[in-house]
């Protein structure tokens, strides 16, 4: 069963930077995802399993960065330049077979960190 475990959440001001970390427990596609209150949860970024393909939404492009070790198989989400409307749960997803952007072909998550960003 893949395991994930995440950090590096916190309170931060408009344009700020932080950085999330996700290590799971093999080498699998992985997504990161957020959750604002009462919305819906969306997608941010993913990553396939050998780090070289990389998407992300619209609204974080250029902002934010995805990225793995392939020494320890950890992947970080690079944020930076972060807005009041980044301020969500976010969490990290993995898969052993689909890269994707889509919450439903994750099998696996984490249990979230929090991003509240102060403006």
């Known amino acids: 069963q893949v395991q994930l475990v995440e950090s590096g959440g916190g309170l931060v001001q408009a344009g700020d930077s932080l950085r999330l970390s996700c290590a799971p427990s093999g080498r699998y596609h992985m997504g990161w995802f957020r959750q604002a209150p009462g919305k819906e949860r969306e997608f941010v970024s993913a990553?396939?399993?050998?780090?070289?393909?990389?998407s992300y939404a619209d609204s974080v492009k250029g902002r934010f960065t995805i990225s793995r070790a392939n020494a320890d198989n950890t992947v970080y989400l690079q944020m930076n330049s972060l807005k009041a409307e980044d301020t969500a749960v976010y969490y990290c997803a993995a898969d052993p077979s689909r890269y994707s952007s889509r919450p439903v072909d994750y099998i696996c998550w984490g249990q979230g960190t929090q991003v509240t960003v102060s403006s």
């Open positions: 990553i396939n399993w050998s780090g070289t393909r990389t």
